[in-house]
T-cell receptor
């Protein structure tokens, strides 16, 4: 049973910000929100994670709503190399369960 | 630092044959995982291990066995391969000593069962 809901696909123009939404309305208090991406058929790559505060690193920003029922991953200036499947995962002290994710296509 | 290394990277088996996939990590991570990924699907957890000598079942454990005799290695075995086990297998390791810890994945092992 999926804990997150993501759109199956999105497009973004190169150089623009990519905003990827994720709904996780049944998230528990001790569960984190994780984002990973998978480029072509490579192994998934960690992007960012957070509990309740917004987070930023060199790759992306994670915005979590105050009620923690949804979040948005922001890639500030998308490039063609950001074309990938992006997975939003909610987990506590348990193994990560990957859904189908969102296929982001960055268009020149 | 090689990170997470999977061998072999490609393998073709006949139905009923057995084989073992090896995952090795050089980061001294406690946690290790085996996932499979079928075309157009997300990753599904097969088995995992939270430390040397321990293993646990994931979402889709049937038809697979695992062993973690050494901390750095996590083996995935198929005793009698079936066409339904044709998939890409990913191994991952994780350092849970540093909070939640990110997963580090290998490059994948592509298995075809005829």
């Amino acid at each position: 049973d999926a804990k997150t809901t993501q759109p199956p696909s999105m497009d973004c123009a190169e150089g623009r910000a990519a905003n990827l939404p994720c709904n996780h309305s049944t998230i528990s208090g001790n569960e984190y929100v994780y984002w990973y991406r998978q480029i072509h058929s490579q192994g998934p790559q960690y992007i960012i994670h957070g509990l309740k505060n917004n987070e930023t690193n060199e790759m992306a920003s994670l915005i979590i709503t105050e009620d923690r029922k949804s979040s948005t991953l922001i890639l500030p200036h998308a490039t063609l190399r950001d074309t990938a499947v992006y997975y939003c995962i909610v987990a506590g002290n348990t193994p990560l369960v990957f859904g189908k994710g969102t296929r982001l296509s960055v268009i020149a | 630092n090689a990170g997470v290394t999977q061998t072999p990277k490609f393998r073709v088996l006949k139905t009923g044959q057995s084989m073992t996939l090896l995952c090795a990590q050089d980061m001294n991570h406690e946690y290790m995982y085996w996932y499979r990924q079928d075309p157009g699907m997300g990753l599904r957890l097969i088995h995992y291990s939270v430390g040397e000598g321990t293993t646990a079942k994931g979402e889709v454990p049937d038809g697979y066995n695992v062993s973690r005799l050494k901390k750095q290695n996590f083996l995935l075995g198929l005793e009698s391969a079936a066409p339904s086990q044709t998939s890409v297998y990913f191994c991952a390791s994780q350092d849970r000593r540093v909070g939640t810890g990110e997963l580090f994945f290998g490059e994948g092992s592509r298995l075809t069962v005829l």
